[in-house]
């Protein structure tokens, strides 16, 4: 599976993005697909996972803001954000794995896209 995400840009704080994650191949809709996003000097975090199923989670410090969807007709996972931050900024890279669980933890995810910048000013 290859992952191409995009969407990323400078967006003022309390302002709106899409990012986008295309996949390749035939079996898209049998991945649990997820966001992650690292901020310099930080650690890869989850901040939104989706199954197979649709059923769907997300990090506390997103709830409310951000709504993680899947299109299996086009390959695509998507994730709005609205009411961003400035502590949102951060690479977001989109992840794809087989398990059928929602994983949290980046070690859970097989395959990753190259990342898009986020970045909210204050």
């Known amino acids: 599976v290859q992952l191409q995400a995009s969407g990323g840009g400078l967006v003022q704080a309390g302002g709106s993005l899409r990012l986008s994650c295309a996949a390749s191949g035939r079996t898209f809709s049998t991945y649990t697909m997820a966001w992650f996003r690292q901020a310099p000097g930080k650690e890869r975090e989850f901040v939104a996972g989706?199954?197979?199923?649709?059923?769907?989670t997300r990090a506390d410090s997103v709830k409310g803001r951000f709504t993680i969807s899947r299109d299996n007709t086009k390959n695509t996972v998507y994730l709005q954000m609205n009411s961003l931050k400035p502590e949102d900024t951060a690479v977001y890279y989109c992840a794809a794995g087989s398990a059928v669980g929602i994983g949290i933890r980046f070690t859970e995810y097989n395959y990753w896209g190259q990342g898009t910048q986020v970045t909210v000013s204050s």
């Open positions: 989706i199954n197979s199923r649709s059923a769907s």
